[in-house]
C-alpha cells in the first residue's frame, strides 16, 4: 500500500449524486487524512448531509468512486464492509436513538451486537461513555422520548463511541445545544481525537467549532469542493460565498472576540 | 489492527509489575476482559503494584478502562498503585476514565413477584377506567366539534372529508366485495351440505338472506373497516403527534379534533353503511351462485324464495347498525392515535389496541343491537 493512500481516512474521487433530474453532488473530491478533524460548511440545502450519508452508503452514487480505511464499499465482501462499519460511529443529526431502548441499552446496543463481553464491563463502559459525554448515570435508565435535545445529542455521540471507532462521522453536532455545552462538546470532541487518534468528519454551521476544532475546513458549494485547507487558507478565498460565510456579521462578532 | 495485547507480570521487591503490551483496543475485547480478570486474581497477596504502559501499542477507551479498573479495584483493597512509562499522548485518556464510573447507577429495585402481579393486575382495573374516560372525552370533544360546525357551517372541511371517504370507502370496495362475496359462498354451501340431510334444501336460502342481511353483512364490513381502516387513523394521528404536528395546530388557533378528527370520523360513517350494502348485496350473490352451481337451485327460485324469507325490515336491521358501528370504529382509533407517547413501540402498541379494541366494541354492539330490536319486535 503506498504512504498517500495510507494516510487518508477517506477517499472521495470524482463523485456524481442525483436525486432524479437535480444534481447534488457535482464530480466532488475530497480526501480526509487520518487523526484529523475536518469540517465541512456549505449552504443549507446544499448537499452537506447528501455527501455524509453517500460516504457511509445510505444513499446511492451515480458515479465515483468512495474509499473508507483505504477499502472500497462497492467492492468490498459483504463482511468486510460490516467490519469497516464497526471502525466508524456516526451521529445523526436527529439523534436517531432507538426509542423503544434505555439510554444505556442504546449505548449498550453496538456492544451486544459486536463484542462478547460480559454485562458487568458492558454496564461500566457504558456508563463511562455516558459520564464523558456529560450524562449522569441516573440518566441511563432513561427513554429516549425523556430527553431534551441536547442531552439526546450527547448520548448519540455516547453509541456513536460505544465501539472506539476510528472514524467518527458527525452531523451538526453542536446544533440546538447552549454555547456552553457547544463549547464542551467541541473540547470534548477534540480531547477524544487527541486520545484516541480519532478522525472526525463533522458537517457543522458552527463558526466556533470551524474556529477551534478543524484542522481543515472544506467549502461546499454548487456540489463542488470550492476550498478546502485549514482556516487560514479558508479565510483567504475569493470565493464570493466562502467570503460572504467566513466575514459576514455573524463571523465577524466571533473573530472580534478574544480565543 | 495491531498486535494481540499481553499483560506480563514479574515481582521486584514487594511490587508486582503488569506490563501491558500490544494493542488494548475494542477490536480485542474479548481476549482483554479475560487478560484483565485473570491479573486481578493473581494481584491479590501483594502490597505494591504498577502498571507499565511503555509498550503499549494502541489504547482507546475499552483498554483504558480496563486497566484503570484493575488499578481501582487494587486500590481499594489498599494497595499502592502507580502507572509506569505512561506515554503522553494517553494521559488524556486515562485521566478521562479515571473520572468516570465513580458513583454506581443507581439500579431499579427488586420487587416481589405477588407484588407485581397483584400491581398489573390493579392498574389493568385502572386501565379500563381511563379507557372509558378517553372513550367518553372523545364523544365529548366531537359532539362540541359537531354543534360548532353546525352553528358555523363553513368551518366544515369539506376537501379533508371527501378526501378520508375516497381513502375509506372507494378504495376499499373491491376488498370488501371480495371477502363478503366468499363469505355469502360459504355460509351457502355449510347450508346445503348440512340442511340437505333432512331435505331441507329450501331454508337456505332464508338462513342465508336473514343471515347475511341482518348481522354478517355490516358485521364483516365492520370488522375489516376497523382493521383497514381504523388502524391506519390510529397510526396516522399517532405520527403526527410524535412530530409535534398536532401541538402545531393547536398553537395556530386550530382545533386538532375539527380539523383532523372530524373529517375522518364524518367519512367513516358515511362509508360505513354504503360498504355494508355493497358487502351485502356481494355475499347474497354468492350465495344465489353457490346454491345455483352447487345445490341446484336456479337463481330464479332462489331470488323468488329469497322475496318471501325475508322482510325489508331485516334490511333495515342491518343498516341501521352500520353508522354506529362506523361511530365507534371512528371515536376508538382517533381516542388511541392521541394517546401515542414519543417511542416506535407505542405507535405500535396503540394501533393494535386500537384495532383490537374497535374489533370487541364492534360486536359488543352487535349484541346490544340483537337485544334491542328483539325486545321492539323487528
Not at chain 1, 105 to 132: C, G, Y
Request: charged share 20%; net charge negative; with cysteine.
Amino acid at each position: 500500500m503506498d504512504s498517500s493512500a495510507d494516510e487518508m481516512a477517506i477517499r472521495v474521487r470524482d463523485l456524481l449524486v442525483g436525486f432524479g433530474d437535480q444534481i447534488v453532488l457535482d464530480h466532488l473530491s475530497l480526501d480526509v487524512r487520518r487523526g484529523e478533524i475536518l469540517g465541512l460548511v456549505g449552504a443549507s440545502g446544499g448537499g452537506k448531509s447528501v455527501l455524509l450519508r453517500t460516504i457511509i452508503g445510505l444513499i446511492p452514487k451515480q458515479r465515483g468512486r468512495i474509499e473508507v480505511m483505504g477499502m472500497d464499499l462497492d467492492t468490498a465482501e459483504r463482511w468486510d464492509a460490516r467490519a469497516i462499519a464497526r471502525r466508524w460511529g456516526i451521529l445523526f443529526q436527529q439523534g436517531a436513538l432507538f426509542s423503544s431502548l434505555t439510554v444505556r441499552q442504546n449505548v449498550q446496543f453496538p456492544m451486544r451486537e459486536n463484542l462478547h463481553l460480559s454485562d458487568a464491563l458492558m454496564d461500566e463502559l457504558a456508563t463511562a461513555k455516558l459520564e464523558m459525554v456529560g450524562i449522569s448515570p441516573n440518566d441511563g435508565n432513561k427513554f429516549p422520548a425523556e430527553l431534551s435535545g441536547g442531552m439526546t445529542k450527547r448520548v448519540a455521540l455516547a453509541r456513536a463511541l460505544a465501539l472506539d471507532p476510528e472514524i467518527l462521522f458527525l452531523d451538526e453536532p453542536t446544533s440546538g445545544l447552549d454555547p456552553i455545552a457547544a463549547g464542551d462538546f467541541d473540547t470534548l470532541i477534540k480531547t477524544l481525537q487527541q486520545t484516541l487518534g480519532l478522525t472526525v468528519f463533522m458537517v457543522t454551521h458552527d463558526l466556533d467549532s470551524l474556529h477551534t476544532d478543524c484542522d481543515r475546513i472544506a467549502v461546499l458549494a454548487d456540489g463542488k469542493i470550492v476550498v478546502v485547507g485549514p482556516i487560514a487558507t479558508v479565510l483567504a478565498s475569493d470565493h464570493p460565498w466562502v467570503k460572504s460565510y467566513f466575514q459576514g456579521k455573524r463571523a465577524r462578532v466571533l473573530a472580534r472576540a478574544p480565543n | 489492527m495491531g498486535a494481540e495485547p499481553t499483560l506480563s507480570t514479574r515481582i521486584n521487591d514487594e511490587e508486582l509489575e503488569f506490563t501491558a503490551i500490544g494493542s488494548w483496543t475494542t477490536a480485542h475485547a474479548d481476549a482483554l476482559e479475560l487478560l484483565v480478570d485473570a491479573a486481578a486474581a493473581q494481584a491479590s497477596d501483594v502490597r505494591n503494584m504498577a502498571i507499565n504502559m511503555a509498550m503499549v501499542g494502541e489504547l482507546d477507551t475499552l483498554g483504558a478502562w480496563l486497566l484503570e479498573r484493575l488499578l481501582r479495584n487494587s486500590s481499594k483493597q489498599g494497595r499502592q498503585v502507580r502507572f509506569v512509562g505512561l506515554p503522553d499522548h494517553y494521559r488524556g485518556l486515562l485521566d478521562e476514565v479515571h473520572r468516570v464510573n465513580r458513583q454506581a447507577p443507581a439500579l431499579p429495585e427488586k420487587k416481589n413477584s405477588l407484588l407485581v402481579g397483584l400491581e398489573i393486575l390493579g392498574r389493568g382495573a385502572v386501565d379500563v377506567k381511563v379507557d372509558l374516560v378517553v372513550f367518553l372525552e372523545m364523544v365529548a370533544a366531537l359532539s362540541i366539534a359537531i354543534a360548532r360546525m353546525l352553528i358555523h357551517p363553513r368551518n366544515f372541511r369539506l376537501t379533508s372529508t371527501v378526501y378520508h371517504l375516497y381513502r375509506v370507502g372507494w378504495q376499499a370496495v373491491p376488498i370488501i366485495l371480495l371477502i363478503t362475496f366468499l363469505i355469502g359462498c360459504i355460509i351457502s354451501q355449510q347450508g346445503f351440505f348440512h340442511f340437505r340431510k333432512f331435505g331441507a334444501d329450501a331454508y337456505v336460502v332464508d338462513m342465508v338472506g336473514i343471515l347475511v342481511l341482518r348481522e354478517l353483512g355490516v358485521l364483516i364490513v365492520s370488522i375489516m373497516v376497523a382493521g383497514r381502516s381504523g388502524s391506519a387513523y390510529t397510526a396516522e394521528l399517532g405520527s403526527m403527534k410524535m412530530r409535534e404536528e398536532i401541538d402545531a395546530l393547536r398553537t395556530m388557533g386550530l382545533d386538532p379534533v375539527e380539523v383532523l378528527l372530524l373529517p375522518r370520523v364524518i367519512a367513516l360513517v358515511i362509508a360505513l353503511p354504503v360498504l355494508a350494502f355493497l358487502g351485502s348485496m356481494a355475499a347474497l350473490y354468492g350465495g344465489e351462485l353457490v346454491a345455483w352451481l352447487y345445490g341446484g337451485m336456479s337463481p330464479s327460485i332462489f331470488i323468488a324464495r329469497l322475496r318471501e324469507a325475508i322482510s325489508v325490515t331485516h334490511f333495515e336491521v342491518g343498516m341501521i347498525k352500520a353508522p354506529f358501528m362506523a361511530l365507534v370504529i371512528g371515536i376508538v382509533a382517533c381516542s388511541e392515535g392521541l394517546r401515542v407517547k414519543g417511542s416506535a413501540e407505542s405507535l405500535g402498541l396503540r394501533t393494535t389496541t386500537s384495532v383490537v379494541k374497535s374489533i370487541f366494541l364492534v360486536i359488543v354492539l352487535d349484541g346490544v343491537f340483537a337485544i334491542f330490536f328483539a325486545s321492539i319486535g323487528m
